[in-house]
């Protein structure tokens, strides 16, 4: 039972992490589609922009744009439910922004068809035409289709009223819609109700919509494709995740196998002068932080600068193409040893400092001193009655361990060029490759919480008086 | 206790397991080890987006001429000799050009058939294919309309296209030749006709046409960009092996029927028997892996470190450094449509406020080439009678106080009333955040026109942040970096002409000159080389009067190569050309 209400708040945990992840790819600023697209301008031509626009809402598609953002939102009544479906993104900002101001969403989509209209009767000119005023036109509609400021809106439109009343190869068609913007945008302003802006309105999308999308992407077998390199994500995160388990793995267990018998021996014998200094050097090593004792590492003892280049330095991937297992092991562990070391020493002081103290702690309890009086052993009294007592923080640590872990290799494996899940996180982020980041953010915390669901469970075995809520008393 | 001895252990374990390294590299066969700062995105010629992929897929497949590193012009790859170029007099392309090639004779794909003419077709029918991931290169080819093939000798062919265009030959010569046995083993594509995708009138209905779709779905997959059984051209390399974030490995083809011709044709040249790049995206590491002998060849060292690693005789013991100029320039866009800097003299005032050499020196250490203008110094028709706008805060408040600026309150800044109000001269500055010389510039820039009376706000935004203030216009100095090509000629109207001063144009200054727009025009159809030269002049003058921009300079490559290389950089991209490295007999002395 304890170890089912355990994971329903797991997976709670997650799932609200994913709404957060989501929430924050979304804010990112800049038009995602606009990647996929070329950035050389594509000629003027109707066709040709009629192709250009048809382009972007296809790649606005495959990327689950064209979807609601969420399962409801939460925003004030000036703006409508259906804003999501506006393409591009430039165009959408600007009718937001003028929302914003305006607050009458009925005057400013007239407005918006008025400028469609403009944009279809553009491309629908005769070839015969003057193409340099047309050229000219079509430069003006695409600055009004983006322009958010009430200030520019009226002056292109001017200008643009001029462009087509001068020239009579173009005037019959383009003058009547020139005026009808005119009046849609003079109707915006007259009948501006801003106050709608400040009343706050609920409005529900349905499961149709983009986070429901990634997230069934994520579940899927393949958890999505990467925008990057068109790779499924679960091959790349696999790829990566080898090398961060083989690191975190080394790390945990070198933490555990010094950390305890180092941790209990400063603890057995506190006003010793050699463990004091031992502590002291921890603490130390503790306040040093892993990116400069790493470069430094590899600077003294990776390359010939001073002689001491004893250690294999950065990974260079010098593994034979036809290699066996074994030899791929051997090159990568060759590799391990300092980006292991850098990763180990800091949460190895951290954990045999704080075993130290609660040894100390139990050391000094009337159980300890009774089991001396009752005569036993000295090594029974430390290891059973003592350790014992004092392991309980220490699975607590263990769980806390995970994150610090993941953390400490993101920096680690940049700096050895290891190509592990933090730098492919890294990257992802930096390239903004949102399945693959998404996926990659969801994968650690789920380590994470697996990490601390596991030290719940062994402490909940360790110490039978832990239930949920239920306090062990002391 | 046990413990310490299983720890004591391990360490001389790992120590001595370590010792056997070599400390140099040895002569292993003739390899090249090159860095690549990112990992490859596609190893497809049509579908890639990241220069590396271009750099790796350039050694599997080949264009019909390529730019020559070493004498920057275009060479013959796969044909005899550069294209017959005639003018089309009739026909629905009249006005146009007609390209006329001939393929080498021994020019061959690797299952021993002939390259022809219907290899160059199907793959710009691919090219053209709206639903094959190739929007980046479709503008270049806009031009091209048909391709005709001697049935007689289907190693010539004719490249239709429908206007001339200055960059013509270069374009329509450049396209990768894909061997359609196997990127389109169920011959999907020979249904088409080149000229029909290249219409604009049918575009809609190949939008919605099924066969394409299932063309283009395979082509756009993951196996025809990752997969080294489907990366095949006719180049004198195959990728071997590619794992994913660390290494690709290519090896030379046995028998590769371009040896023969490589004392004729430089192009062919492909000495190196393996190539093998290993991804290092971070600077320091890379650094330190020079240090180690890690890799053969890199640019785009740190600039920091490569000065350093350049001083240092351990290093400089194994390896060159060069410092060739990049392809792309810095400038300061001006944003001329707000009011603030509408006025030429306001602008020029800002250029006299910016000491360029000053920033090349502080914030690039000295590893740049300042320019007047758009154009490349390498051009021939580079103006050199343009001087340099020199740091000049006397000169710069001068102007300002002509155009009406002049500091009225006395707080330092000037001042001016603009539409019924009094405003200050305080320009915003919009900068990438993740470029530590932008933050640098802006810093520079900031302090100099302070001098000058004119208050910098620096804004430091995300890329594409920064893209789409460009884009809606919503700004007024921005920091920016354009390409600027050593090999070819120079096609401008995208950046000057007034008809690209719309939302995707990048006329982001809101430069509108009529004079510079009909140069732009017929710059782009001028095919005779001095009256083309003399168009050039004359836009470069205008520019230069104008003032867009405040051009800044072109920073130099930060290139490393081993000294068992006998190997010179190049203007052309990366900074080196690997296979035309050649393997020194005896490693040089060490340089004292």
Known sequence: ?474 | MRIPRFLILFFVVGVFSCTDEPTTTPQHGFEVVVRLPADVDKLNPLTYSSAYALQVFELTHQPMMNFNPETLELDPVLIKGRPVSEEILDGPWAGGVAYTFELLDEAVWDNGRPITGYDVDFSLKALFNPHVQAQRLRPYLEMVRQVRVDPANPKRFTILTDRKYILGEAAVSNVTVLPEYVYDPDSLMRAYVLTDLTDPAQMSRWEADTVLMRFAEAFNSVTYARDPRHIVGSGPYRLVEWVSSERLVLEKKTDWWGDALSDRYPMLVARPQRIVFKVIPDASAATLAVRTQGFDVSAQMDVQDFLTLREDPQVAAHYNFFTPPTNIYYFIYLNMQQPKLSDRRVRRALAHLVDVDAIINEAFNGLGIRINGPIHPDKAYYDRSLPFIAYDPERARALLAQAGWTDTNGNGIVDKELGGQRIELELSFIINTGSKFAEELALMVQAQARRGGVAIEVLPQDVSALRQALVQRNFELAAGAFATDPTSYDDLKQLYHSTSDRPDGFNRFGLHNPRLDSLLDQIQVTLEKDKLFALYKELQRIIYEEQPQIFLFIPQERIVIHKRFEAQPTARKPGYYVPHFKLRETVPPVEE
Request: glycine letters at 6%; charged letters at 15%.
């Open chain 1, 1 to 474: 039972m304890y170890l089912l209400q355990r994971l329903f708040l797991s997976l709670l945990t997650l799932w609200v992490l994913s709404m957060v992840v989501y929430g924050l790819s979304t804010l990112a600023p800049g038009d995602p589609v606009l990647r996929f697209l070329p950035e050389e301008p594509t000629q003027a031509g109707a066709a040709r922009m009629a192709h250009a626009e048809r382009q972007y809402l296809r790649t606005a598609a495959t990327l689950g744009l064209d979807k609601p953002p969420f399962y409801f939102s939460i925003r004030p009544a000036a703006w409508p439910d259906t804003l999501y479906r506006i393409m591009p993104l430039t165009r959408r900002q600007a009718l937001d922004h003028l929302i914003g101001i305006y607050g009458n969403w009925p005057y400013i989509q007239q407005w918006h068809w008025a400028v469609n209209g403009l944009k279809h009767a553009l491309a629908q000119l005769p070839a015969s035409s003057n193409r340099l005023v047309r050229n000219e036109a079509q430069r003006l509609v695409a600055s009004l289709a983006i322009a958010d400021n009430p200030l520019i809106v009226r002056t292109t439109l001017r200008q643009l009223l001029e462009v087509a009343v001068a020239d009579s190869t173009i005037a019959p068609q383009l003058e009547p819609l020139v005026e009808q913007a005119s009046l849609a945008f003079a109707r915006v302003e007259d009948h501006a109700t801003p106050q709608r802006c400040y009343v706050p309105d609920f409005k529900w999308y349905g499961f149709d919509n983009r986070y429901q999308w990634w997230m069934g992407q994520l579940l899927s077998g393949s958890m999505g494709i990467s925008l990057l390199d068109a790779r499924p994500v679960r091959d790349k995160l696999s790829d990566a995740l080898v090398w961060t388990l083989m690191l975190n793995a080394f790390s945990l267990g070198l933490v555990w196998v010094l950390g305890i018998p180092l941790g209990l021996w400063m603890g057995v014998q506190p006003g010793a002068r050699l463990p004091k200094m031992v502590a002291m050097l921890l603490d130390l090593l503790y306040s040093m932080p892993p990116i400069w004792v790493a470069m430094l590492l590899l600077v003294f003892f990776a390359t010939p600068m001073f002689g001491m280049n004893w250690f294999a330095g950065i990974w260079l991937s010098e593994v034979p193409v036809h290699a066996s297992i074994g030899q791929r092991l051997a090159a990568m562990s060759r590799h391990m040893i300092l980006p292991v070391f850098c990763l180990t020493y800091p949460i190895l002081a951290f954990f045999s400092r704080q075993l130290r103290s609660s040894m100390q702690h139990a050391m000094q309890q009337q159980y300890v001193q009774a089991a001396r009086a009752r005569g036993l052993n000295e090594r029974v009294v430390v290891w059973r009655h003592a350790f014992r007592n004092a392991l309980f923080p220490l699975i607590t640590l263990g769980g806390q361990m995970v994150p610090r872990l993941f953390a400490g290799s993101v920096i680690i494996e940049t700096i050895f060029n290891i190509p592990g899940l933090g730098r492919l996180i890294y990257d992802s982020i930096l390239r903004q490759d949102w399945p693959v980041t998404f996926a990659g953010v969801m994968l650690t915390a789920a380590l994470t919480i697996v990490g601390y669901l596991l030290s719940d469970v062994l402490y909940h075995r360790a110490d039978p008086r832990v239930r949920l809520g239920l306090q062990p008393s002391s």
